[in-house]
């Protein structure tokens, strides 16, 4: 049997992993769903196991002796491995069990390539680690970050218990965050790919070290990829002592955030 996968560089097995997880995030969405509770309010579907068993399925295929770490699974592949993929096969689980089509299929290799997939918008995003394109109906394009929009997605999910002081919810109650920005929450972290696309001009999260998160690695892969600016909440780069997350298409968009967080 051949191998489809096996000549692929890390981009196309990012791309064709999360594209493989958005079709069955999509072919499941409406249907009955059981769940897993995690706790907390927090919990996996059916969709959730099913698309993170497919991803894998093309990892080990196109790479075999690589390392995975997923949402659902935990650490899979060799212990000693090299290299490792970050794996969150359905973002905006609470989103999609409500009948919410705001989802995101993220897939990203340590330190190199990335893809996120939206299963309903029938869009990939994907990096090889230099650039950053999407990949809509066959053809690709490049990502180009803009402030243009004004549109600012904030994750308003209760901080870890690791997270700075800061609320996310206090950013939008800054006496100059209206005049100047229009808040969007989305509760996945699609709204990455946005800033990298242009489509927000930034996207504001708390937490603690989210540089090795499943659920934002691949986000952030394209955002650095596409030229933007990114640190943690306190201004440190993320992965040095950076606690959650400033993602901006600019430079200026990043100041004047940064200014109303700590203001």
Request: glycine share 14%; hydrophobic share 45%.
């Amino acid at each position: 049997m051949t191998n489809s996968y096996a000549g692929l560089d890390d981009a196309g097995v990012a791309t064709a992993a999360a594209g493989a997880g958005a079709g069955v995030v999509r072919g499941m969405y409406g249907r009955p769903l059981s769940r897993v509770d995690k706790g907390g309010g927090d919990f996996a579907t059916a969709a959730d196991l099913e698309a993170e068993k497919t991803i894998l399925s093309v990892i080990r295929a196109a790479r075999p002796d690589d390392a995975v770490l997923g949402e659902e699974g935990g650490h899979q592949g060799p212990a000693d491995a090299a290299r490792q993929w970050l794996v969150d096969p359905l973002c905006g689980t609470l989103n999609y069990a409500a009948g919410t089509m705001l989802v995101a299929v993220n897939v990203a290799l340590r330190d190199g390539a990335a893809a996120v997939a939206d299963p309903f918008g029938g869009e990939i995003f994907f990096t090889d680690g230099e650039s950053a394109r999407v990949r809509r109906d066959g053809a690709d394009a490049p990502l180009a970050p803009t402030p243009a929009t004004g549109l600012v997605d904030v994750d308003l999910d209760p901080p870890l218990p690791h997270a700075p002081g800061f609320r996310a919810v206090d950013l939008l109650a800054h006496s100059g965050f209206a005049a100047r920005f229009r808040p969007r929450v989305s509760s996945t972290s699609l709204a990455l790919t946005w800033v990298a696309a242009g489509r927000r001009a930034a996207y504001v999260a708390v937490g603690g070290d989210l540089s090795d998160s499943v659920h934002f690695a691949a986000g952030i892969a394209l955002c650095r990829a596409a030229g933007c600016v990114l640190t943690g909440i306190e201004g440190a780069p993320i992965g040095e002592r950076g606690h959650g997350l400033v993602a901006a298409a600019d430079q200026e968009t990043h100041e004047v955030l940064m200014s109303m967080i700590h203001g």
